[in-house]
């Protein structure tokens, strides 16, 4: 797998608590993404980032924060979360832009 | 805005023929076009990546086309085999002119299992 980590693999969280999910790099790739995952939807995009402090919003960003202090790091923060949200989030890595994308194995978030 | 359609969405074939699966896209103004497979509770793992300017783009047993002026994309697999069985996704990337790398427009992918 491509040199991604996400962590923590499984959450269970409550309402109305903040949950940050990280997603970790050792491809000194430009670009990272966050995608949620849900039936019925397929996959959509989060946020993204296209270099350390440059983040920009994706197709379904409200509810959702993102950082982007180091190149190998990407952190999704939701600051309160809400069962919406209970979702599988993908991280996803590119060097350039005309190049492939590659995923982590996913986080499988909860929300109760 | 783009969309990505993949029929069928769910397939189930005998083991050893060949099988096609499709993926349309209404934006042709695209960069490139990628095909995945997801196993159950598992990951994306890229397949084949296909740049605007290419026709097809071949990995062992699989072979993806592109045709850009009319939106679709196919991902042919030869002789299928139990361990094809899992979901495949098409991937859109549009051109994009704003600086930044904006992220891939999927389809709800197609679901295949192969009979031994």
């Known amino acids: 797998d491509a040199g991604i980590t996400q962590s923590p693999r499984h959450k269970v969280t409550e309402t109305g608590t903040p949950v940050t999910l990280r997603c970790h790099q050792t491809e000194n790739h430009r670009y990272m993404y966050w995608y949620r995952q849900d039936p019925g939807h397929g996959l959509r995009l989060i946020h993204y980032?296209?270099?350390?402090?440059?983040?920009d919003k994706g197709e379904v960003s409200d509810g959702y924060s993102v950082s982007r202090s180091k190149t190998e790091d990407f952190l999704l923060t939701l600051e309160s979360a809400t069962s919406s949200q209970t979702s599988v989030y993908f991280c996803a890595i590119k060097g350039a832009e005309n190049t492939e994308a590659f995923f982590g194995q996913g986080t499988r978030l909860t929300v109760v | 805005k783009q969309e990505v359609t993949q029929i069928p969405a769910a397939l189930s074939v005998p083991e050893g023929e060949n099988l096609v699966l499709n993926c349309s896209f209404t934006?042709?103004?695209?960069?490139?076009l990628q095909w995945f497979r997801q196993d159950p509770g598992k990951g994306l793992t890229s397949l084949l990546l296909i740049q605007s300017s290419q026709r097809e783009q071949t990995s062992g047993r699989l072979n993806a086309s592109l045709d850009k002026s009319s939106g679709r994309s196919t991902l042919y697999i030869a002789a299928s085999q139990p361990g094809d069985s899992a979901t495949y996704l098409c991937?859109?990337?549009?051109?994009?002119?704003?600086?930044?790398?904006?992220?891939?427009?999927f389809g709800k992918g197609t679901h295949l299992i192969i009979q031994p």
């Open positions: 934006d042709s103004a695209i960069y490139n």
């Open positions: 980032s296209y270099g350390v402090k440059d983040t």
């Open positions: 991937a859109a990337k549009e051109e994009y002119s704003g600086g930044g790398a904006d992220g891939l427009t």
